[in-house]
C-alpha cells in the first residue's frame, strides 16, 4: 500500500517535471535545436559584434530556467566544455534582437505535385546507384568495406546541416561553390550582427570554401569524441542526403581549365611545376605563375593526364580533390543517398531538391552565369592526348561512370 502511494506520486512528479520541460523547450523544438544540437562553430561573423555589457536579466527567462538550460545543454553536447550559443538570453537584448530577426519557418504551398519524370529520374539514379555497388564485376578500391571502415578524415566532403537535417557530399567541380552557399544559408552559419545571411550570391567567394564555415563529419571526432561514429550513423540515417555529379571526363577538362588556365599560384605550384619537370622537359620551371604565363611555359592537358596516370601521383598523395573519384569522396556504396543531382540537368535538379528538402522558401539556387565546360568540347579536348592515354583514364575514372550512369564515350577510346 506504501509503495502503490510512493509509485502515484513519482508519476505525478514525473508528469510536472515533463511539463515543466516541454514548456522550456517549445521554442527550441520548433527550431530543432532540441535533438542532436550540432552549432557550426561560430565562424566568420562580419563584422565582428563587439562583446556586449552583462545586463542583470529582466527579460522574459528568468535566470534559473537558463541554468537549467545550461545544465541540459552540458549532456546534448558531450564532449565540449565550452559554453554554447544556444543560450544566449541573459548576455542579449532580446527584444531588439526578435525584432530584427525573425526566423522563416512556414512552408511553401504547392498545388501541383513534382514532375512524374523527375521522381521516375531519382529512382533510376538510386536504384542504378544500389545495382551497381552490388555487383561484383565492377570493382574499386574501398568498395567492400563497411561504413565504420571509412577513416576519418575520407568523411571531410560530407556537410552536416542539423537545422534542416541535410548532408551534402560537395564534389569540386560540379556546382560546388552554390551548393555550398546554399548549405551556408541552411545552417545559418554566417551571421551579419545577428543576423544570419539569407543571400547565397552576397557570401564572398573566399568564405564559401574556407572549411571553417561548414560543419563536416571529420569534425564530429573533435566535438563527440568516441560518440562522433555513432552519431554519424544516426544523422545518416535521418537526414536527406545528396549529392551532384558530372561526366567525369568533362569534369577533368573543367578543372584543368579552372586550375591551370587561369593564373593560380598555389596550383602552378603544387602541381603545374611538377608535370613541367617530369613530362615537359623543364628541370627549372618559370618560378612563379605570371613568369609562366608570360614565357608561355606551362603544362598542357596532355600533361595533366600524363600527370594522373602516373603512379608516383598518388604515391605521393591522394589525388587532388578537384580530380579525385567520386566514389572516393562520397562513398556511395556506404552512404545511402536520397537525392543524386547531374550537372546536365542542374536546374530542374536544384528545383526539385529543394522542394525535397522543405527549404524552397528559405533558399533559390543562383543560376550560373558561368561559361560551364560543354560536353561537346571533349573530343576537341581529347584529340591531342594519346588513345592508349585516354583509355587509361577512362579506367581510372570507370567506376564514376557506372555508378552514376554515364556512358562509356566510345568516340574518344576509339581510333
Ligand atoms: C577561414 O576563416 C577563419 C576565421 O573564421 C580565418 O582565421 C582563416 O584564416 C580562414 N581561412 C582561409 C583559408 O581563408
Ligand atoms: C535593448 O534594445 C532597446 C530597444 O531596442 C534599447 O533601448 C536598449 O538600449 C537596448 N539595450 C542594450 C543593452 O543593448
Ligand atoms: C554487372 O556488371 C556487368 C558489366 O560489368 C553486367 O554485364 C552485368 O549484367 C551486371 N550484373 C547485374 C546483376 O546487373
Ligand atoms: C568484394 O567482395 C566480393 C565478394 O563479395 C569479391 O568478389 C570482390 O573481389 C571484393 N572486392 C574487393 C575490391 O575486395
Ligand atoms: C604539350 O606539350 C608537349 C611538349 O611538352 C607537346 O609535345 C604536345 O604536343 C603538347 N600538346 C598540346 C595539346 O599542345
Ligand atoms: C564560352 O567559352 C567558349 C570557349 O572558351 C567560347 O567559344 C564561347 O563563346 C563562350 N560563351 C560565352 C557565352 O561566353
Not at 512552408?107 to 531519382?122: D, S
Not at 586550375?259 to 622537359?281: G, I, P
Request: proline letters at 8%; hydrophobic letters at 35%; aromatic letters at 12%.
Amino acid at each position: 500500500m506504501g509503495t502503490t502511494r510512493m509509485f502515484r506520486i513519482f508519476i505525478v512528479l514525473g508528469s510536472a517535471f515533463m511539463i515543466l520541460l516541454i514548456i522550456i523547450y517549445w521554442d527550441d523544438v520548433g527550431a530543432s535545436h532540441f535533438y542532436l544540437h550540432t552549432p557550426v562553430s561560430p565562424g566568420p561573423r562580419i563584422p565582428h559584434p563587439p562583446p556586449r555589457p552583462k545586463v542583470p536579466t529582466t527579460s522574459r527567462t528568468p535566470s534559473f530556467l537558463n541554468d537549467i538550460d545550461a545544465f541540459v545543454n552540458q549532456f546534448l553536447e558531450p564532449g565540449t566544455g565550452e559554453p554554447t550559443d544556444v543560450v544566449p538570453a541573459d548576455s542579449s537584448n532580446q527584444s531588439e534582437k526578435e525584432e530584427r530577426y525573425v526566423p522563416r519557418r512556414e512552408w511553401k504551398i504547392h498545388l501541383t505535385p513534382i514532375a512524374a519524370e523527375l521522381r521516375e529520374r531519382q529512382e533510376q539514379r538510386r536504384r542504378l546507384l544500389q545495382e551497381v555497388c552490388a555487383n561484383d564485376s565492377v570493382a574499386f578500391p574501398g568498395k567492400n568495406r563497411s561504413f565504420d571502415d571509412i577513416p576519418n578524415k575520407e568523411l571531410d566532403h560530407l556537410i552536416v546541416d542539423d537545422r534542416h537535417g541535410v548532408i551534402y557530399c560537395y564534389v569540386p567541380k560540379v556546382a560546388c561553390s552554390n551548393w555550398k552557399r546554399i548549405m551556408i544559408v541552411l545552417s545559418e552559419s554566417l551571421q551579419q550582427e545577428g543576423v544570419p545571411q539569407r543571400d547565397p550570391l552576397a557570401i564572398p567567394r573566399d568564405l564559401v570554401h574556407n572549411s571553417s564555415m561548414h560543419f563536416t563529419f571529420n569534425k564530429f571526432w573533435k566535438r563527440y569524441g568516441k560518440f562522433a561514429r555513432h552519431l554519424m550513423k544516426v544523422k545518416l540515417k535521418k537526414y536527406t542526403k545528396f549529392l551532384f555529379v558530372r561526366d567525369p571526363l568533362v569534369r577533368l577538362i573543367s578543372a584543368f581549365r579552372n586550375k591551370f588556365e587561369m593564373r593560380n599560384e598555389d596550383f602552378y605550384r603544387r602541381f603545374a611545376q611538377v608535370m613541367l619537370r617530369r613530362y615537359a622537359n623543364q628541370p627549372t620551371p618559370p618560378a612563379s605563375v605570371d613568369e609562366a604565363f608570360t614565357s608561355g611555359i606551362r603544362p598542357n592537358f596532355s600533361h595533366f593526364v600524363q600527370y594522373l596516370l602516373d603512379p608516383r601521383t598518388e604515391k605521393d598523395m591522394p589525388f587532388n580533390e578537384h580530380w579525385r573519384q567520386v566514389y572516393r569522396l562520397c562513398h556511395p556504396c556506404q552512404i545511402q543517398y536520397d537525392f543524386v543531382g547531374h550537372l546536365e540537368t542542374a536546374e530542374e535538379d536544384a528545383v526539385h531538391l529543394l522542394r525535397l528538402l522543405r527549404v524552397d522558401n528559405v533558399v533559390e539556387f543562383p543560376s550560373s552565369q558561368r561559361n560551364l565546360t560543354a560536353s561537346s568540347w571533349e573530343w576537341d579536348w581529347f584529340s591531342t592526348v594519346p588513345v592508349e592515354a585516354r583509355r587509361e583514364l577512362y579506367k581510372l575514372y570507370e567506376p564514376d561512370f557506372r555508378l552514376f550512369g554515364y556512358e562509356r564515350p566510345d568516340s574518344i577510346l576509339s581510333e
